[in-house]
């Protein structure tokens, strides 16, 4: 009886954790099955075939043109007019300093530009962090400080006094790694510099006679004649090399596009043209800011939107930016943490912290060709302490990373033909695009698609009018200063 017993019992054992094996296998089933529908639901609601990119591109030349021909805001778009008019046209000589600021830390460059069919010689180039201090401060003692450490930069790489003629006074190209209004920058305007990081606001003065009164008190003969956008500066720099450049992008941690249009297609522009004018005028897009009812947005992007410091602004960078791929990324498997527990019954904590995946470590894991994905393993495992991936969890992620790359670059290349588009040549006249950043520079499958998505919405028959080239000079921020130069040598001769 007692052995019945047992044998008994042990059978009830065995069928109860049969039983618990299989609801625990049915639990997993269905916990993946939800991964795989929050992935296909992703997936399809940032798809981006090529009718949605015309949508895209169609929407953005519509707000291009509603923002050159009024004064007020009639679109997502700035349309900034840039100072820089009369970009390098390759011949200019002469050694040339730059300086770019961008916001904690500044870059400054001189260089020696030797005419057409020459290169270019003595390029230095020195990157200084800006103390919290002076972060803190007016916009006085930040640019009091770029003077000092300019002035030890000069005396470090002094100008050629027989070539450069040291008593005239030194042009110094000036741009920032973000929007800069060209109007208030040469107007009497208030200019909040908080977006320079310095924590006050200028009223009623000059940015550019701020900055010389700085070079001045400092003992430096040196005048800024042109404060832009390095993006502007990006263009300018690709002039220098290729006349037929008409548009210059930025993919970086921020996104934007500036181009050149002739003058009769700006009829905002009210005040006089610069005296090197040629019939073009350089526009600073601010794409970054477009938003349109056609754009591929999905719960992660509105999310990430509302939580962030300017909701409503800068969706298409949003879309676009190597700031916020790595975001949207982390949401998207937060998610699936929290409802499939994908990577565990406990969220890791990681995981839940905002900007803790950033775009470089998604463009690794990403371009993870590896049998079982092991960089993706790994990088999971720096990034948010998931240390318990499986091959196929793995191959979820990498999967995720492609969806939202593939979106972002090919809304990128839709902005492309947008611009290429509101100029009239897709048709009939080959153009040159130069983007610069390491966004597009280093992440090998972005690059290609949004190169891809080019030859799709252009076909076979005007592909070729549009070429697409990586910015000369690598993607140092502000290198394009050096260049600026050239393109107002009578501004301060």
């Known amino acids: 009886m007692r052995k019945e017993a047992v044998v008994l019992a042990t059978v009830t054992t065995v069928a109860v954790v049969a039983v618990l094996v299989r609801q625990y296998s049915l639990k997993k089933q269905g916990q993946w099955k939800q991964t795989q529908r929050i992935l296909r639901k992703f997936a399809r609601e940032s798809a981006t075939p090529v009718p949605k990119l ?29 100072y820089a008019a009369s970009l390098p046209k390759g011949d200019e000589k002469g050694l040339y300093y ?96 908080k977006s320079f990081s310095a924590n006050d606001t200028v009223e009623k003065a000059f940015i550019n006679d701020i900055i010389n009164r700085a070079l001045e008190k400092h003992g430096l003969k040196f005048r800024v004649f042109s404060l832009v956008d390095d993006t502007v500066g990006n263009l300018a720099r690709g002039r220098y090399y ?78 676009t930016s190597a700031m916020y791929l790595g975001e949207i990324v982390r949401r998207v498997l937060l998610k699936m943490a929290q409802e499939t527990a994908l990577f565990g019954d406990v969220v890791p904590p990681k995981l ?26 790994e990088k999971l495992k720096e990034n948010l302490g998931i240390t318990n991936s499986t091959p196929m969890v793995r191959e979820v992620v990498a999967e ?10 090919r809304l990128a290349g839709a902005g492309i033909v947008g611009i290429i588009k509101k100029l009239g040549r897709i048709e009939s006249r080959k153009s040159v695009v130069t983007v610069e950043g390491g966004l597009y520079e280093h992440y090998r499958v972005f690059r290609n698609y949004l190169h891809s998505s080019v030859w799709e919405m252009l076909g076979s028959d005007h592909s070729d009018n549009v070429v697409i080239e990586h910015s000369h000079g ?11 130069a050239a393109c107002q040598n009578t501004k301060s001769s």
Not at 56 to 67: G, H, I, K
Not at 262 to 273: C, L, R
Not at 475 to 483: E, H, K, L, N, P
């Open 98 to 193: 730059g300086l770019n600021l961008r916001g904690t830390n500044f870059l400054i460059l001189c260089a020696r530009l030797g005419g057409r069919n020459e290169p270019i010689s003595d390029l230095y180039g020195k990157e200084i962090s800006i103390p919290t201090n002076v972060l803190s401060g007016t916009s006085q003692e930040l640019f009091d400080y770029i003077a000092v450490e300019l002035a030890t930069f000069v005396s470090e790489h002094p100008p050629d006094d027989t070539l450069d003629a040291p008593e005239r006074e030194k042009k110094l190209g000036f741009t920032v790694s973000y929007l800069v209004d060209q109007a208030a920058a040469s107007s009497d305007s208030a200019i909040k510099w």
């Open 474 to 484: 690598g993607s140092g921020a502000g290198a394009g200063t050096v260049f600026l």
């Open 352 to 377: 839940a912290t905002p900007y803790q995946l950033r775009s470089p470590d998604m463009a690794a894991m990403h371009q993870d060709t590896s049998e079982d994905h092991g960089v993706v393993g």
């Open 54 to 82: 015309w949508e895209v591109a169609n929407a953005l030349v519509s707000d291009m043109q509603a923002s050159l021909v009024s004064q007020e805001e009639t679109s997502t778009l700035n349309m900034l007019v840039s």
């Open 400 to 409: 995720v990373c492609d969806i939202v790359a593939e979106r972002g670059a």
């Open 242 to 319: 290729n006349n037929g450049i008409v548009a210059s992008v930025t993919l970086a941690m921020g996104s934007n596009a500036a181009y050149v249009e002739p003058n009769e297609a700006v009829p905002k522009w009210q005040g006089p043209m610069p005296s090197s004018n040629l019939g073009e005028l350089v526009i600073n897009t601010g794409w970054g800011n477009f938003n349109c009812s056609n754009l591929p947005v999905t719960e992660f992007d509105s999310s990430l939107d509302s939580e962030s410091s300017n909701p409503g602004c800068r969706i298409f960078e949003k879309l």
